[in-house]
């Protein structure tokens, strides 16, 4: 991932973090050439410093979306989103 690609996934996360409640898919839908992997590893990441820089909701937030994202790229396991279904 290029240093560029990585700033233009913050801008994203930071898009997400501002918009309003709802507005997240349209978010989304206006960057979907930066929609990936290495967007969800970096919302991760975000995600993970969040949690240790006393920003539980920013955390909690990040990791619903990275996680929402990855099933709909086919990134999470498969089995694992059965279970839950269940």
Do not use: S, W
């Amino acid at each position: 991932m290029t240093e560029q690609r990585e700033d233009l996934y913050m801008q994203v996360i930071n898009q997400l973090l501002e918009c309003p409640n709802g507005q997240e898919p349209e978010v989304l839908d206006n960057n979907l050439e930066l929609v990936d992997a290495g967007l969800v590893q970096t919302m991760t990441k975000v995600a993970a410093y969040f949690a240790h820089h006393d920003n539980p909701d920013g955390a909690k937030f990040l990791v619903h979306v990275a996680r929402e994202l990855a099933i709909q790229l086919g990134l999470y396991p498969e089995q694992l989103t059965q279970q839950q279904e269940a």
